[in-house]
């Protein structure tokens, strides 16, 4: 693999992720260059990430809603995470508009059922791996207050 190359796929995997070269670096090397498995082993990275973060309290974070352009749907989310950085990042409240569309979208019955259900954007993964991924490219613990879904 070519030095051009090399960078262009950590470059195209900075856009994608979000997350550090040097994370990218080490997960490419990992996967001999492989820029599947190495989003794979960023993934499983990101859940290890959360796993170890998730015992950290949260007593900041955003309330993000959303209305479909019909106006007849509509749904109200809670997000937390650790700071008030975090909490006034892009990223993160992107991360709370998009689960406030997932939840009117897929209408999940409480909290265990929308992390487990496939983000509706990506069917690959789920709303539980949204989160992971935003853990590890924030590096705070993140997790899902109350939601509410409003239908007419």
């Known amino acids: 693999m070519s030095k051009q190359t090399d960078v262009e796929k950590i470059k195209h995997l900075r856009e994608s992720t979000g997350l550090s070269f040097n994370e990218i670096k080490k997960a490419l090397d990992e996967a001999g260059g492989d820029e599947t498995r190495a989003v794979e082993i960023l993934r499983i990275h990101?859940?290890?990430?959360?796993?170890?973060?998730?015992?950290?309290?949260?007593?900041?974070?955003?309330?993000?809603?959303?209305?479909?352009?019909?106006?007849?749907?509509?749904?109200?989310?809670?997000?937390?995470?650790?700071?008030?950085?975090?909490?006034?990042?892009?990223?993160?409240?992107?991360?709370?508009?998009?689960?406030?569309?997932?939840?009117a979208a897929m209408k999940p019955g409480d909290i265990s059922a929308l992390l487990a259900q496939p983000y509706v954007k990506d069917q690959d993964i789920t709303v539980k791996d949204l989160i992971s991924s935003s853990i590890a490219k924030l590096g705070e613990n993140i997790q899902v207050g109350r939601f509410e879904l409003f239908e007419i």
Do not use: P, W
């Open 46 to 103: 990101g859940v290890k990430m959360a796993e170890k973060k998730s015992s950290r309290e949260v007593k900041e974070g955003v309330v993000a809603s959303y209305v479909h352009a019909t106006k007849k749907l509509g749904s109200m989310v809670e997000v937390f995470c650790e700071t008030d950085f975090v909490a006034k990042n892009a990223a993160f409240q992107e991360l709370a508009k998009e689960i406030a569309m997932h939840i």
